[in-house]
């Protein structure tokens, strides 16, 4: 298994609170993303990152920032939480556009 | 816009027999199609992928088929085990392109 580790695994937290959610790598790829998981709509990609300090946005980045200071870790932060934020987060990896992705087992958060 | 969709929601299969899983996709600019299998509180795990220079490639039980024409791209299990039953998702992207666009999925239960 590709070496990603996700924290929290669960997370409940209150509307309007910041939270943070980490990814960490041991595989140093270059390219690290970060997804959400709803019913109906799939995994959607909220940020992904190409290098250490570069960032871009994916097709739902409205409420969320990521950051990468270092190849290993990818944060992602959602400033002030609302209920529509509640979701299954994914983190995933790769070396290169032109290899599969590998994703981590998820980041359960609710918001109340 | 959903750029690639899977119809079916979910499809049952009795163990032994073929399962056939189906995806469509709307962008002519994709050109490398990717299949995850997802078992619940897990995250997705990389099943096969294919190039749109070749229409079918193969590993053990797993075969996808391209047909760039029809912009369709279909997944066949030979013979479906217990153990298949999953969430598949398809997923695309673009040459030159960083991101991953996944289909909404399709629940695979094989039963005895």
């Known amino acids: 298994d590709a070496g990603i580790t996700q924290s929290p695994r669960h997370k409940v937290t209150e509307t309007g609170t910041p939270v943070t959610l980490r990814c960490h790598q041991t595989?140093?790829?270059?390219?690290m993303y970060w997804y959400r998981q709803d019913p109906g709509h799939g995994l959607r990609l909220i940020h992904y990152?190409?290098?250490?300090?570069?960032?871009d946005k994916g097709e739902v980045s409205d409420g969320y920032s990521v950051s990468r200071s270092k190849t290993e870790d990818f944060l992602l932060t959602l400033e002030s939480a609302t209920s529509s934020q509640t979701s299954v987060y994914f983190c995933?990896?790769?070396?290169?556009?032109?290899?599969?992705?590998?994703f981590g087992d998820g980041t359960r958060l609710s918001i109340l | 816009d959903q750029q690639v969709k899977q119809n079916s929601p979910s499809l049952s299969v009795q163990e032994g027999r073929i399962s056939i899983l189906n995806c469509d996709y709307t962008?002519?600019?994709?050109?490398?199609f990717l299949w995850y299998k997802k078992y619940p509180a897990e995250g997705p795990t990389f099943l096969i992928s294919?190039?749109?220079?070749?229409d079918k490639n193969e590993d053990g039980r797993f075969t996808v088929f391209l047909n760039k024409s029809a912009k369709h791209l279909s997944l066949h299990i030979v013979p479906s085990q217990p153990g298949d039953s999953a969430v598949y998702f398809c997923?695309?992207?673009?040459?030159?392109?960083?991101?991953?666009?996944f289909g909404t999925g399709t629940r695979l239960q094989v039963f005895p």
């Open positions: 595989e140093n790829h270059r390219y």
């Open positions: 962008n002519s600019m994709f050109d490398y």
């Open positions: 995933a990896i790769s070396e290169s556009v032109l290899f599969p992705q590998h």
């Open positions: 990152s190409y290098g250490v300090k570069d960032t």
């Open positions: 294919i190039s749109s220079i070749k």
């Open positions: 997923a695309a992207s673009a040459k030159n392109t960083d991101k991953l666009i």
